[in-house]
C-alpha cells in the first residue's frame, strides 16, 4: 500500500489535520487558499474524503472526516 504524494507549492502551503471518527490524527498541508472556508463548512478532500472545517488554529486549519 503506497501512500499517495500530491505536491503543494511550499509558499503555497498551511497545516491541516484531520481528526478522524476514532479520535486519530492525521497530519498534512493543505492549500493555502482553503483558509476560506468557513466553519462547518463539509469539503472534499481530494482522495481522502468528506470532512468538515471546524476551526482554525494558530497554525494548522483542523478538520473532523466525515465518510470517504
Not at 2 to 12: D, K
Not at 17 to 32: A, L, Q, R, S
Request: hydrophobic share 40%.
Amino acid at each position: 500500500n503506497a501512500a499517495l504524494i500530491h505536491w503543494v507549492p511550499a509558499n503555497e502551503k498551511i497545516n491541516a489535520e484531520v481528526v478522524m471518527p476514532d479520535n486519530t490524527v492525521k497530519n498534512g498541508y493543505i492549500e493555502k487558499n482553503a483558509e476560506k472556508i468557513r466553519v462547518n463548512e463539509v469539503v472534499q478532500l481530494y482522495r481522502f474524503g468528506f470532512c468538515r472545517f471546524g476551526k482554525k488554529e494558530s497554525n494548522k486549519l483542523v478538520f473532523y472526516y466525515g465518510h470517504g
